[in-house]
């Protein structure tokens, strides 16, 4: 039972170009959403979060959006640069929950 | 101000033994979390310890079991290890009052 779906496994945007990937959920009781983002060898590196209570949330050249009536949420990169090519994972949390459910990725690679 | 760190980095071990892995919280970070990343997957939640007490537990059996100490570092102890187990172990801290979980490098364990 997959609560968190990233349906692209894989997808590659030019240099200076906009990245949008794109997360759904299943589960109406999830209250947090996070994007973390994964180089080979490495941890998962905290990105961007965003609250149920919210539609958006911005920092600096990332931008997570969230549609609650459509299970959906995006994180948008712009402009984005080579350093961005990575895996990318969205996870969520129930509230007052102490795990963190996670899809399975989505590998953004750059075209400089 | 160092960051979650775990030990060891790699590990090889046959079907049968039991394995000890180690982690550090993030400086000021009162809970300690587990996940297991298989190959092309999410990282799955296995539990979370805080106060020294396992708080929450995912769909792992009694095999995987968790210790944490006074000083907030955590183990994660495996036995009669399945080759299944083969995976990326990652820990996770955090504060009890927060969503956010930050993530060390990983064990990356092999069973042969």
């Known amino acids: 039972d997959q609560q968190v779906k990233q349906n692209s496994p894989s997808l590659s945007v030019q240099e200076g170009r906009i990245s949008i990937l794109n997360c759904d959920y299943t589960n109406s009781m999830f209250d947090y959403f996070l994007w973390y983002k994964k180089y080979p060898a490495e941890g998962p590196t905290f990105l961007i979060s965003?609250?149920?209570?919210?539609d958006k949330n911005e920092d600096g050249r990332f931008t997570v959006f969230l549609n609650k009536s459509a299970k959906h949420l995006s994180l948008h990169i712009v402009p984005s640069q080579p350093g961005d090519s990575a895996v990318y994972f969205c996870?969520?949390?129930?509230?007052?929950?102490?795990?963190?459910?996670f899809g399975t990725g989505t590998r953004l690679t750059i075209i400089p | 101000d160092a960051g979650v760190t775990q030990s060891p980095t790699h590990l090889i071990k046959t079907r049968g033994q039991q394995v000890t892995l180690r982690c550090s919280p993030k400086s000021g970070h009162d809970t300690v979390s587990w996940y297991q990343q298989a190959l092309g997957q999410g990282p799955q939640f296995i539990f979370q310890?805080?106060?020294?007490?396992?708080?929450q537990r995912g769909n792992f059996p009694d095999r995987f079991s968790g210790h944490q100490f006074p000083n907030y570092s955590s183990e994660l102890n495996v036995n009669a290890l399945l080759l299944g187990d083969s995976a990326l172990y990652l820990c996770?801290?955090?504060?009890?009052?927060?969503?956010?979980?930050?993530f060390g490098p990983g064990t990356r364990l092999t069973v042969t």
């Open positions: 965003i609250s149920s209570i919210k």
């Open positions: 996870a969520a949390s129930e509230l007052g929950g102490e795990k963190l459910t």
């Open positions: 996770a801290s955090s504060l009890t009052t927060d969503y956010e979980q930050y």
């Open positions: 310890y805080y106060e020294e007490e396992e708080r």
